[in-house]
């Protein structure tokens, strides 16, 4: 079974500096998508970026990038620019790209705060 | 497009009572999930739909059950509510991953925040 882990359960980041979030996660499938979802305090969960394991080129959205480390089971993401709005919970999430009905499993969730 | 929505926002339930949530999409969309989320944890999926009619099992299905009678709708239903139960609950919907849209981004919806006492 896929896992994903999520060690940090908390971090904080002056308003404007980049901070990075670790996700690790454990498979035995070549073909998959990870994903990074933010979830801020009125619950609705958003996606932020994803990544399919078959491309080598990291993903960016505006401020938001990873750092895919295939070999290593490896996917952080990297906030630059740090907003206020950036403060939530967030999810790394895994999805077999060969398992039956595209499911995810979630890690444990890193709270992220933005400090003005 | 709505996209994916929730009814109730809030329930309170007694030990034994039995409820539905539900959960509508009108996005055309033939795979729908549901999710529960325990308090500072991450989401963990109890039933999950690949189009009207078919539905499977997830991580944590003990309690619970659901039916598809339509794409649209996929309502979770909990027959002797349990402590256990008390979570935020989330419904989610996505294309197949080989439909060739949306690369298979899952939509949630906003949640139903379910205590048992």
């Known amino acids: 079974a896929q896992t994903v882990t999520q060690s940090q359960p908390e971090m904080s980041v002056q308003e404007a500096e980049t901070v990075t979030l670790s996700c690790t996660y454990d498979?035995?499938?070549?073909?998959?998508?990870l994903f990074w979802y933010k979830q801020p305090p009125s619950r609705q969960m958003i996606l932020v970026i994803r990544?399919?394991?078959?491309?080598?080129q990291n993903a960016t959205e505006n401020r938001f990038s990873v750092n895919f480390q295939k070999a290593a089971k490896s996917f952080s993401l990297k906030i630059s620019d740090s907003q206020l709005g950036d403060t939530a919970m967030y999810f790394c999430?895994?999805?077999?790209?060969?398992?039956?009905?595209?499911?995810?499993?979630f890690g444990a969730g890193t709270i992220l705060r933005v400090k003005s | 497009n709505a996209g994916v929505t929730q009814t109730p926002k809030f329930r309170i339930l007694k030990i034994g009572q039995s409820m539905t949530l539900q959960c509508t999409q009108d996005m055309n969309h033939n795979y729908m999930y549901w999710y529960r989320q325990d308090p500072g944890m991450g989401l963990k999926l109890i039933y999950y739909s690949v189009g009207a009619g078919i539905t499977d099992k997830g991580e944590v299905p003990n309690g619970y059950n659901v039916s598809r009678s339509t794409t649209e709708d996929f309502p979770l239903r909990l027959e002797l509510a349990a402590p256990s139960q008390t979570s935020v609950y989330f419904c989610a919907s996505s294309y197949p991953g080989d439909s060739g849209r949306s690369y298979n981004e899952q939509f949630f919806g906003p949640g139903t925040r379910l205590t048992v006492l």
């Open positions: 498979t035995s499938e070549n073909n998959y998508y």
């Open positions: 999430a895994f999805m077999t790209s060969v398992e039956y009905g595209n499911k995810l499993v």
């Open positions: 990544q399919e394991a078959y491309k080598q």
